[in-house]
């Protein structure tokens, strides 16, 4: 789902789809230096087991752009992935921390750097 604010969050547009799926779960979109936005989240209709870095350069009309940082086949055994944070460091890299689960294997928060032009390629 989509709403806009251009007042600083005083009033915001109607709701509405988008083409990308989510199963409920957390997400976190920043603002680039470059002025595109990278948005961190599980980009699945059910389940936790992929976790994406996507890029608009349209201020969120598209995610043309998508690199996975991880990316389980669903079912017993895969991992779940959620709740991401991302920063943007001076020098332009990009770092993402999430929690990681395994089922029997507990679990951890991972982090994962990369840059803007690891996603698009």
Not at 43 to 62: C, H, K, V
Not at 79 to 93: E, L, N
Request: proline residues 5%; charged residues 20%.
């Amino acid at each position: 789902m989509r709403s806009e604010s251009c007042d600083l969050g005083e009033t915001w547009s109607p709701v509405q789809r988008t083409d990308i799926p989510n199963p409920g779960s957390g997400l976190e979109v920043i603002r680039l230096a470059s002025g595109n936005w990278l948005m961190a989240c599980n980009d699945t209709q059910d389940g936790r087991y992929r976790l994406a870095a996507m890029l608009s350069e349209d201020e969120g009309t598209s995610w043309p752009r998508r690199r996975y940082l991880e990316n389980d086949t669903p079912g017993q055994g895969s991992g779940s992935y959620s709740y991401p944070s991302v920063i943007q460091t001076q020098d332009g890299t990009i770092d993402v921390s999430y929690s990681c689960g395994r089922a029997g294997l507990g679990s951890a928060v991972k982090h994962a750097r990369f840059t803007e032009a690891w996603v698009q390629v």
